[in-house]
C-alpha cells in the first residue's frame, strides 16, 4: 500500500514558467513532509519540508503547500530554470514516529530552455 | 567535508555471493540510513540507526544485515545475494531533529545480480 503517492512520473514545463508538482497522502498521522531533489547519478538533496502546523513554506523560488483535509501537498518553482530538470520525490513522516520516511515514487521534471 | 560517501560505486554479484556496502559520514551525524530506490518504487528504508551499536529494521530489512560499530560508518550486508535485490542502495545520515531530521544523502551505489 503506497502511502505517499506522486501520480505524475513526468512533467514538462517551459523555462520561465510555474512547475507545480503534486504529492499525496494516505496516512492522517503524518505531520511533516519534504520535498527533495535528485539529480541522475547523484543522492537525492534537501530542498524545502513543511510541518502540519503551516499550510505554506517559502524558500526563493520554491514554494510548498499544504492541505491536510485534502491529504495533499505540493511544490511549486517560479521562475522555472533548466537546471530545476531533475527528478523531485516529496517524502512524509510522523514526528512522534520511529524517524522513517515514506517517500513517494518521484516526478520527473524537465524544464525546457 | 565529503559530506556522506558510499563504497563502491557499481558491483555485479552471481546469486549467492555476499557483499558488504560501506557508508560514511563525516558529519558527526547520530542517526544513519539504508534505503534502496527500485523503477517505480521511490525510495524504501531497509534499515536504520540512531547511534553508535543501535540498527532498527525499516520497512524492506529482509535479506540485509547492518552494523554501526562506529558513529561514522554503516555498513550493509548482503549475506546470500539474489536477482530481487538488484537496485540502486542510498545511505543518508541526519542529526536528531524529532522527527523533522534533514537527511544527507551519499551518491549511491549500483548493485547487479546476475
Known amino acids: 500500500d503506497q502511502q505517499v503517492k506522486q501520480n505524475s512520473p513526468s512533467l514538462s514545463v517551459q523555462e520561465g514558467r510555474i512547475s507545480i508538482l503534486n504529492c499525496d497522502y494516505t496516512?492522517?498521522?503524518?505531520?511533516?513532509f519534504l520535498w527533495y531533489k535528485k539529480y541522475p547519478a547523484e543522492g537525492p538533496t534537501f530542498l524545502i519540508s513543511?510541518?502540519?502546523?503551516?499550510d505554506k513554506n517559502e524558500d526563493g523560488r520554491f514554494t510548498v503547500f499544504l492541505n491536510k483535509s485534502a491529504k495533499h501537498l505540493s511544490l511549486h518553482i517560479v521562475p522555472s530554470q533548466p537546471g530545476d530538470s531533475a527528478v523531485y520525490f516529496c517524502?512524509?513522516?510522523?514526528?512522534?514516529?520511529?524517524?522513517?520516511?515514506?517517500f513517494g515514487t518521484g516526478t520527473r521534471l524537465k524544464v525546457l530552455a | 567535508n565529503a559530506g556522506v560517501t558510499q563504497t563502491p560505486k557499481f558491483r555485479v554479484l552471481k546469486t549467492g555471493q555476499s557483499m558488504t556496502l560501506l557508508c560514511a559520514q563525516d558529519?558527526?551525524?547520530?542517526?544513519m540510513y539504508w534505503y534502496r530506490q527500485d523503477p517505480g518504487m521511490g525510495l524504501r528504508l531497509i534499515h536504520y540507526?540512531?547511534?553508535?551499536?543501535?540498527?532498527a529494521k525499516g520497512e524492506v530489512p529482509d535479506g540485509y544485515n547492518v552494523s554501526r560499530l562506529k558513529k561514522q560508518n554503516f555498513l550493509l550486508g548482503l549475506e546470500s545475494a539474489a536477482p530481487s535485490q538488484t537496485s540502486v542502495y542510498f545511505c543518508?545520515?541526519?542529526?536528531?531533529?524529532?522527527?523533522?531530521?534533514?537527511?544527507?544523502f551519499g551518491p549511491g551505489t549500483r548493485l547487479l545480480v546476475l
Open positions: 543518508a545520515s541526519s542529526f536528531p531533529a524529532g522527527g523533522q531530521e534533514t537527511q544527507y
Open positions: 517524502a512524509a513522516s510522523r514526528t512522534s514516529g520511529t524517524y522513517k520516511y515514506i
Open positions: 513543511i510541518s502540519s502546523i503551516k
Open positions: 558529519m558527526n551525524h547520530e542517526y
Open positions: 496516512n492522517s498521522m503524518f505531520d511533516y
Open positions: 540507526s540512531v547511534g553508535e551499536g543501535t540498527t
